[in-house]
Every structure is written in C-alpha cells, then in structure tokens.
C-alpha cells in the first residue's frame, strides 16, 4: 500500500488564476478553483482572498498551501467561510494558524454547510484547537475528510477529537499522523463506526498502542484502510496485529512499514493471511523480515486469493528467501503488484525472472536498483518477454544510466511489445540518471 491520498487538489484547467503585486492587489478569472499556493501572499492578500469569497458564487475547491496567511489571516478567511455557501475543498496546509486559527476555523465550520474536504496539516495546533475543532465535529454534518497530520494534539486532544467522532456520522476520512496521540489514541479513534480511511502513522506508541488497536479492530466494521507507518510496533505488536487480522472482515490496505516487524512478526501476518480474505493491499517495507519472513509469504502465497499488492522491499531478502514467492508466483491469480527493491539479490538470482513464464497476473514489478539486478534480468530477458501481462519494470533509484553505456533492460524487453502489439517506437530513456521507470502498454495476447 502506497501512502495515503488526502484528496490534494492540483492545478487543472479550471483554475481561478491570482495575480499579486505589491499593493496587494488582485484580478481573478471566473472559474471553481482558486490555487494560490506557496505565494506567500501575507495577511494582506488574505483579506483580498475574503473579500472575493464573498462576492463570487462558483468556487468549489481553495487551494491556500504555506501562503504565511497565519492565524491573523484564517480570521480573514473565516467569516468568509461562514457566509460562503458553494465551497467543498479547503487547503490550509503549512500556514502555522495555531490554536487561535483553528478556534475561528472550527466556529466558521459549525455554520458552513458545503465544506467536505478541510486540509489543516502542518499548522502548530495544540490540544485546545484539537478540542475546538472537536467541538466544530459535533455540530457540523457535511465534512467527511479532513487532514491533520503533523500537529501537536497530544493525548488531550486525540482525546477530545475520539469523543466527538462517536457521534459525528459524516467524517470518513482522518489523518492523524505524527500528533503524539499515545497508546490510547489510535483505539479510542477506532471506536468510530463511519471512518472507513484512518491514517495514524508516526505517533510512536509502541507494542502497547499496537495491542489496543488491534482489540478495536476486531470489532470496527466500517475501517476499509489502515495506515500503522512508523510506530515501533515491533514483532510482539505485529502479533497483535495479525490476531486481529483473522477476525477482521473490512479492511482491504493495510501500511506496516518501518515497524520493526522482524521474522517472527512477518511469520505471523503472513499466516493470519490464510485466514483473512479481505485484504488486498499490504506494506511491510523496511522491517528487516529477512529469509525466513520472505519464504512464509511464499508459502502464503500459494493459498491467499485476495491479496493483489505486495510491498517487502528493504528487507534483506536474499535468492533464498524470494526462492518461495517466486513459486508461488508462477502459480498465483491475484498479486499485480510486487515490490521486492533494495534487497540482497545477486546476478545468480535467476528465481526473480523464472516465475514470469508461468505468471499471468502481475502488472507492475520493481526490482531495485544496481548494475548485479540489472545482469541478471538481462540474461533472464526471454522469461520476461513471455510475460503478456507485465506493463511496468522499475528500476527504483537506478545509478546504471549515469554512466550512459547501456540500455535499460526493461525497456528492451517492454519496447518489442510495444513496437510489435502498437506500432508505436521506443524512444529510450538514456538521459535519466537516476531513475528508470519505463511504461508501456502491453496487450493480453488473448485479446490480439
């Protein structure tokens, strides 16, 4: 499971254009989006910014991203969110609002009725703007995302915020991440029945904080992605996890990474898997699972039916330990996706590319990135063109083309698929230095 998507909105065509110069004055173009981020455009262009809300009638989405408004400028913009009734997507990322700031936020979202999408990460809120924006949730029934990752709540204000979402039955999506919610937080969140995405990555609550998250998870019927990224759960919490894994019917993306999960832990999970049949997407990258890990995932493999993306690189595996997923693979109708990159395999690996004759699944594969994998997927390149399912060989990282003598060997192999099944040429990618990931689309040689 990659990170977690928190509806960022991007620059389209449809974009409310602002220009600024050093009166502060502004022009704006009809349109529903207005993003102006990363345009420092002070407290000043912040009562320019309200102004404008409370004139215009088509804008949808507000894109103000570390605009160093503060919370001077969010008591601008707050009045205006009360009053303006079309906006659904507001970003105020980075823009250090403070408790004060979210005070004014939390009292404009009591009256606003059309906001679904509030961004507040990365903006100094302490357990008191926690408790306001709680307070905001109790009353509020139309927002359903909202982001508040890297802020200062605490165990007070994951307190307040796991009160209000008992009763709020409209919130489906929260990121919490790096908020030192300690060991109660992630499972008092849990006890909320409509959260279906819950990221509470970076909070460093240990086995203990593990063990209470999974007791919530047996029973949370409604959590469908759990992002648990960098909490030094290690492999006792792990347990836990996967204990609660077997009971669990909802969950489909669950992130591990950097927990320190180790051999056993991996064991665990991967057993738990034979037994779960609702999980998809699963990230174990950087827990040192090593041989013994890898080769129970191989066994696991064989049996799951439901997990279609696999994510274990940085995990010191070796030719021994992918032996096993290897043949599983050759046999496995599910897994897409698999990345096995920045692990220990030599050009004497030849299980990596074998599995590809038989394998009719797998979409994308990352191997990793030095000059031994490139070699060895170079002598195992006729595997890999019997594979009519492959659309994307990455190479994560690749240092082999700053040198400029060779070819990626992906792209070889992709190219004459893509030559023969469209017609179109490769253009090669020799330029890139240090990345090398090549697309392209192949045709299931069923439906030429």
Request: charged share 20%; aromatic share 6%; glycine share 6%.
């Amino acid at each position: 499971m990659k990170h977690f998507q928190f509806h960022n909105i991007k620059k389209s065509e449809d974009v409310f254009f602002w220009e600024s110069n050093n009166n502060q004055k502004s022009k704006a173009i009809r349109s529903s989006t207005l993003d102006i981020s990363s345009k420092k455009i002070g407290v000043d262009g912040a009562k320019n910014i309200s102004s404008l809300l409370k004139k215009n009638q088509t804008i949808t989405a507000l894109e103000l991203y570390n605009i160093l408004i503060n919370r001077d400028g969010v008591v601008e913009n707050s009045s205006a969110l009360e009053e303006f009734q079309t906006l659904t997507s507001l970003n105020l990322n980075s823009n250090d609002v403070g408790d004060d700031g979210a005070d004014k936020i939390a009292s404009a979202l009591i009256e606003n009725q059309t906001l679904t999408t509030l961004e507040l990460a990365c903006n100094r809120i302490h357990s008191n703007g926690a408790g306001k924006i709680a307070s905001a949730l109790l009353a509020n029934q139309t927002l359903t995302d909202l982001n508040i990752a890297n802020n200062r709540f605490g165990d007070t204000g994951v307190e307040k915020l796991a009160f209000a979402l008992i009763k709020n039955q409209t919130l489906t999506l929260l990121n919490i991440a790096n908020n030192k919610i300690g060991v109660d937080g992630g499972a008092a969140l849990l006890a909320n029945q409509t959260l279906t995405v819950l990221n509470i990555a970076g909070n460093n609550f240990g086995f203990v904080g593990a063990e209470k998250i999974a007791s919530a998870l047996i029973k949370n019927q409604t959590l469908t992605a759990l992002d648990l990224n960098n909490n030094n759960i290690g492999s006792a919490g792990s347990e836990k996890i996967a204990a609660a894994l077997i009971e669990n019917k909802t969950l489909t993306a669950l992130n591990m990474a950097f927990n320190d999960v180790g051999p056993v832990g991996a064991e665990k999970i991967a057993y738990a898997l034979l037994r779960n049949q609702s999980l998809t997407s699963l990230d174990l990258s950087y827990n040192f699972i090593q041989n013994d890990g890898a080769k129970k995932f191989g066994i696991v493999l064989k049996e799951n039916h439901t997990l279609t993306s696999l994510d274990l690189c940085y995990n010191n595996i070796s030719e021994e330990g992918f032996e096993t997923i290897a043949s599983a693979l050759e046999g496995n109708k599910t897994l897409q996706t698999l990345n096995i990159s920045k692990n220990m395999f030599d050009d004497e690996a030849v299980s990596i590319c074998s599995f590809f004759s038989e394998n009719t699944t797998l979409t994308k594969f990352d191997v990793g990135c030095s000059t031994p994998y490139y070699r060895l997927l170079t002598r195992n390149r006729k595997s890999l063109c019997h594979t009519c399912t492959l659309e994307e060989v990455s190479f994560s990282d690749c240092f082999i083309l700053s040198r400029g003598n060779m070819e990626i060997m992906a792209a070889e192999v992709l190219k004459n698929k893509l030559e023969e099944l469209t017609g179109e040429k490769y253009l090669g990618s020799r330029r890139r230095k240090y990345r090398a990931v090549v697309h392209a689309l192949v045709i299931e040689s069923t439906k030429r």
